[in-house]
């Protein structure tokens, strides 16, 4: 594996996925800030929480495209719809598996069978976090294909 090939391309590529996320809600397609939802695990101010947020997730786009990168050397090859493919799964999985778990261990979350108490500020996503908005799935869904079609396009194996 070539380390700072998989750096390069997996911090684009997470680029790409949060800038997609953030326009998506700023077009007002999703409710849904990843950033936000991943500092308030570690911090209650609200301003320090998306920038800590921000480091998260980009560390977390780093790891995964090193996962990414193993499939690729697993199959033999690396191209864009390959990529594709896997940021579709990488999307199903975040939508039906780690958001709706997130309620259970996220210290600022309101769970699916209890509401809000006043240490707990943020609505959980539910099922393919459609409790920030119906066009979250969506939305989720081009951003990790774009993120895999990144991948699957620069990195060669």
Do not use: C
């Not at 997470?14 to 936000?36: C, E, I, N, Y």
């Not at 050397?73 to 940021?87: D, I, N, P, R, V």
């Not at 699916?112 to 393919?128: A, I, K, S, V, W």
């Amino acid at each position: 594996m070539k380390i700072l090939e998989i750096l390069l391309w997996g911090l684009l590529a997470t680029g790409l996925l949060t800038t997609l996320m953030r326009a998506s809600q700023a077009l007002h397609l999703t409710r849904m800030d990843v950033p936000f939802l991943l500092g308030t695990m570690v911090t209650s101010d609200r301003d320090r929480a998306k920038v800590i947020g921000f480091i998260i997730h980009f560390v977390n786009g780093w790891w995964m495209a090193l996962l990414y990168v193993a499939f690729f050397h697993g199959f033999g090859f690396a191209t864009w719809w390959l990529g594709g493919l896997m940021g579709l799964a990488h999307a199903a999985f975040v939508l039906i598996v780690v958001l709706p778990l997130l309620p259970g261990g996220h210290p600022r979350m309101a769970s699916d069978f209890q509401g809000p108490e006043p240490t707990r500020l943020l609505e959980p996503p539910g099922f393919l976090a459609m409790n920030y908005g119906y066009q979250t799935p969506l939305a989720t869904v081009v951003a990790h294909i774009a993120y895999g079609i990144v991948l699957g396009a620069f990195y060669q194996p």
